[in-house]
């Protein structure tokens, strides 16, 4: 089977339980939602996307976000200033919820590894791409960008332009 419907299929799972998990958090609010959504809708949806931000991501959810991406626990750890003991504390409570600044760090990343994935025609290119120095980025791997949202930005930027063909 194709690696790249596998990681398509993955990406929608996640962003259907982001949805079902947004409707359930306000659901008078939500009544416009469709009821599947693609990887683009979601994400081009910034009021959902906001209110899952201001919810709190529940660590489930945060656990099947974090196995499509192509971070590690340590990656995940450095990006939201949380140490890996913290993290693996959190797994053990069914109830834990995210703080909305975490919860926003985690839908960022999850936004950057879904249109790198579109970007790029394997999952193991945008990888690679990820962890290489890219002269447009001042020679920084595009990994150590994600650390703040003005990297994210740049990052996002960078694999439009990619998608485009526009090469600096």
């Avoid at 990343?109 to 945008?126: H, I, K, P, W």
Wanted: hydrophobic share 40%.
């Amino acid at each position: 089977m194709d690696p790249n419907y596998i990681q398509e299929s993955n990406f929608l799972l996640v962003n259907e339980a982001m949805t079902v998990y947004a409707k359930t958090v306000n659901p008078s609010s939500n009544s416009n939602l469709k009821e599947e959504i693609s990887n683009a809708d979601f994400f081009g949806d910034k009021m959902l996307v906001i209110q899952l931000i201001r919810a709190g991501l529940p660590y489930q959810l945060f656990n099947d976000i974090k196995e499509i991406t192509p971070f590690s626990e340590e990656d995940w750890a450095e990006y939201l200033n949380l140490s890996t003991k913290t993290l693996q504390r959190n797994r053990k409570d069914p109830d834990f919820v995210f703080k909305p600044i975490h919860t926003e760090k985690i839908m960022e990343l999850a936004e950057v590894t879904q249109f790198g994935n579109t970007v790029f025609d394997s999952t193991a290119q945008f990888y690679l791409w990820l962890n290489t120095p890219c002269f447009a980025l001042g020679n920084l791997k595009p990994a150590e960008l994600l650390k703040d949202s003005y990297g994210k930005e740049l990052v996002m930027a960078e694999l439009n332009r990619i998608e485009h063909g526009i090469f600096v």
